[in-house]
């Protein structure tokens, strides 16, 4: 019911820069929170950034000072800054969103939402 399309994703040399961006569509009441995963190979995935609707914000430590989330509630649309790249920052990125959604007899249920992962490698 809804689809997340990210974009944004490259290979850049350590220290540079990149912006993810993820657009939401579909059949759903409102977005209440989106953030970015990422999945390194052969690690699990873990949370990167996260913001809510009101622009409440919540980072990984290993991010902080370095990334930025920001959120366009009319576009559906949230974006990750993500400056001083590191190779350990080497992985696949994913958008998700926690959304309030119909269920079958159109009453508001919560459901999650993810992205296909776009991939992001910082590397010389």
């Known amino acids: 019911q809804v689809q997340l399309v990210e974009s944004g994703g490259g290979l850049v040399q350590p220290g540079g820069s990149l912006r993810l961006s993820c657009a939401a569509s579909?059949?759903?009441?409102?977005?209440?929170?989106m953030g970015w995963y990422r999945q390194a190979p052969g690690k699990q995935r873990e949370l990167v950034a996260a913001?809510?609707?009101?622009?409440?914000?919540n980072y990984a430590d290993f991010v902080k000072g370095r990334f930025t989330i920001t959120r366009d509630n009319a576009k559906n649309t949230v974006y990750l800054q993500m400056n001083s790249l590191q190779p350990e920052d080497t992985a696949v990125y994913y958008c998700?969103?926690?959304?309030?959604?119909?269920?079958?007899?159109?009453?508001?249920?919560?459901?999650?939402?993810w992205g296909q992962g776009t991939q992001v490698t910082v590397s010389s």
């Open positions: 579909g059949r759903f009441f409102s977005i209440i929170v």
């Open positions: 913001i809510s609707r009101d622009g409440n914000t």
């Open positions: 998700n969103a926690r959304v309030l959604q119909p269920n079958n007899v159109g009453s508001p249920v919560l459901g999650d939402a």
